[in-house]
Nanobody
Framework: VQLQASGGGLVQAGGSLRLSCAVS????????IYWFRQAPGKEREVVSH????????YYADSVKGRFTISRDNAKNTVYLQMNSLKPEDTAVYYC?????????????WGQGTQVTVSS
């Protein structure tokens, strides 16, 4: 399976962006899809994930109420809608896929897309 993340950019605080994670090689519903981010000098952190059934979503406390994860099965793509962006959301965002929820191993990673939020 291959993942391609896109949609990052430069936005002012309070603005919105929508990130896309296009999945190829396998059907997206076979995977738990995660969004991570890593800011300079900080550890990578989980931002959100969506279950294989797309019925369960997780959000980090720092983005809860502002970010929404969704999936389009027809496009084999997972989205991360980011609203009310803050400067502290600035990071490289990555998507990743795994088939076993309890596993620490991810089967594929996207290349990352830069999100920069100016104050």
């Amino acid at each position: 399976v291959q993942l391609q993340a896109s949609g990052g950019g430069l936005v002012q605080a309070g603005g919105s962006l929508r990130l896309s994670c296009a999945v190829s090689g396998r059907t997206v519903s076979n995977y738990y899809i995660y969004w991570f981010r890593q800011a300079p000098g900080k550890e990578r952190e989980v931002v959100s994930h969506i279950s294989r059934s797309a019925t369960i979503e997780y959000y980090a406390d720092s983005v809860k109420g502002r970010f929404t994860i969704s999936r389009d099965n027809a496009k084999n793509t997972v989205y991360l809608q980011m609203n009310s962006l803050k400067p502290e959301d600035t990071a490289v965002y990555y998507c990743a896929a795994k088939t076993v929820l309890t596993s620490s191993q991810y089967e594929s990673w996207g290349q990352g897309t830069q999100v920069t939020v100016s104050s």
